[in-house]
Structure formats: structure tokens, C-alpha cells
Nanobody
Framework: QVELVESGGGSVRPGGSLALSCVSSWDAFNKAAVAWYRQVPGNQREFVAEITSGFITTYGDPVKGRFTISRDNRVNTMYLQMDSLRPEDTALYYC?????????WGQGIQVTVSS
């Protein structure tokens, strides 16, 4: 069973930065696409960013130009650098990984942007 563990969330003022990390227990991590999603209570889970095994990145429109996704296959870890944060970025952030028929979600980590 694949396990994903997120870290790095917290509270920040508008305009600030936070960095999230997600460590995977999966031996096939380097073959997997990995992504970040976020969810506000009462809303659907929203796509934030993805990076493929070939290091191709895709971003959701609300975060383009402000967030950066990356990965380090040597340590089975994915990252999300969040800059120029806005109050509307406040959400529970989840990491996600998928390869062939297997996929897994992290437990979620809170990011709060407030003055």
C-alpha cells in the first residue's frame, strides 16, 4: 500500500510564501505522475498542479505564475512552492500519485492565508 505524508503547511499573510512537501513510500515513485489538489469545505477538490515522470508540469489557472511543483526522485518527494499567496488559496492541500492502476492520496495539510 502506498503511503504519502505531507508537511509544511501553516498560516501566512497575503503575499507571503509557503512550501509543501510530500514523501512517498512507493518504490515506483519515479515512474508515477504526482500532483497537488486542494479543497475548501463544501466545495469539490480542485486541481492545483501536476508533474509527470518526465518532469512535464501543468498548473491550474488560479495558481499559474505563483506556484511551482517539483520532484526529487532520489528521496521519493514532491514539492509545492507557493508564492504571492492570496486569501482564496486557503484550503486543505492533498498530494496525489498515480501509476498504471495504482493511486494514492495524502492525508491533507492545512494552508491558511489571512491578515
Amino acid at each position: 500500500q502506498v503511503e504519502l505524508v505531507e508537511s509544511g503547511g501553516g498560516s501566512v499573510r497575503p503575499g507571503g510564501s509557503l512550501a509543501l512537501s510530500c514523501v512517498s513510500s512507493w518504490d515506483a515513485f519515479n515512474k508515477a505522475a504526482v500532483a497537488w489538489y486542494r479543497q475548501v469545505p463544501g466545495n469539490q477538490r480542485e486541481f492545483v498542479a501536476e508533474i509527470t515522470s518526465g518532469f512535464i508540469t501543468t498548473y491550474g489557472d488560479p495558481v499559474k505564475g505563483r506556484f511551482t511543483i517539483s520532484r526529487d526522485n532520489r528521496v521519493n518527494t514532491m514539492y509545492l512552492q507557493m508564492d504571492s499567496l492570496r486569501p482564496e488559496d486557503t484550503a486543505l492541500y492533498y498530494c496525489y500519485t498515480q501509476y498504471l492502476t495504482q493511486n494514492a492520496w495524502g492525508q491533507g495539510i492545512q494552508v491558511t492565508v489571512s491578515s
